[in-house]
T-cell receptor, first 117, second 112 residues
Framework: DVKVTQSSRYLVKRTGEKVFLECVQD?????MFWYRQDPGLGLRLIYF???????EKGDIPEGYSVSREKKERFSLILESASTNQTSMYLC????????????????FGDGTRLSIL | QKEVEQNSGPLSVPEGAIASLNCTYS??????FFWYRQYSGKSPELIMF????GDKEDGRFTAQLNKASQYVSLLIRDSQPSDSATYLC????????????FGRGTQLTVWP
């Protein structure tokens, strides 16, 4: 089974802090994704990566950056945390080519509930 | 127009009934379609995917795809209270390598 591990389930930080959220997958997946999920707004894509050292902006990249130095690890960085970044953050990974062709389901980690005070 | 739209619900059905969840998408070039289930406070988990027109069955779940009408649905037969969750529809467009576009989800409640 695919295992996507997020470093923290719950995290509390203060406004202005630099915050790191870590995600590791053990299936040698090429693709990795960071989402945030808020009530009524659904899943919103922040950033994604197709390969090491590559990154693409999603729909809401402002205030965030990412790092992918190794294939299995994808980090989300809040440069200067603000209260409107309080949310559930979900990491996901997928294979560029899965066994059945190009269906590429994404597999999610357990999520990090981040509170910015 | 949103990429993927779902009825927000909530949808409420009695135990043993068929629950029908619907999803429409805007990009005619979309190729793969996924249904995820998300329990409250948990992360989404994949239930099924479908990429050919028609029906695909897996236990109590049936996914239906109609590319001409640009809709995909999920039927849950013999609904159980444990099926109570939010169901997310996701679509992979033909032009994207791995990105999925998610609907906002439909909340389903199955009452005993």
């Amino acid at each position: 089974d695919v295992k996507v591990t997020q470093s923290s389930r719950y995290l509390v930080k203060r406004t202005g802090e630099k915050v790191f959220l870590e995600c590791v997958q053990d299936m040698d997946h090429e693709n990795m994704f960071w989402y945030r999920q808020d009530p009524g707004l659904g899943l919103r894509l922040i950033y994604f990566s197709y390969d090491v050292k590559m990154k693409e902006k999603g729909d809401i990249p402002e205030g965030y950056s990412v790092s992918r130095e190794k294939k299995e690890r994808f980090s989300l960085i809040l440069e200067s945390a603000s209260t409107n970044q309080t949310s559930m953050y979900l990491c996901a990974s997928s294979s560029l080519r899965d066994l059945l062709g190009s269906n590429q389901p994404q597999h999610f980690g357990d999520g990090t509930r981040l509170s910015i005070l | 127009q949103k990429e993927v739209e779902q009825n927000s619900g909530p949808l409420s059905v009695p135990e043993g009934a068929i629950a029908s969840l619907n999803c429409t998408y805007s990009d005619r070039g979309s190729q793969s379609f996924f249904w995820y289930r998300q329990y409250s406070g948990k992360s989404p988990e994949l239930i099924m995917f479908i990429y050919s027109n028609g029906d695909k069955e897996d236990g109590r779940f049936t996914a239906q795809l109609n590319k001409a009408s640009q809709y995909v649905s999920l039927l849950i037969r013999d609904s159980q209270p444990s099926d109570s969750a939010t169901y997310l529809c996701a679509v992979r467009r033909g032009s994207t390598l791995g990105r999925l576009y998610f609907g906002r989800g439909t909340q389903l409640t199955v009452w005993p």
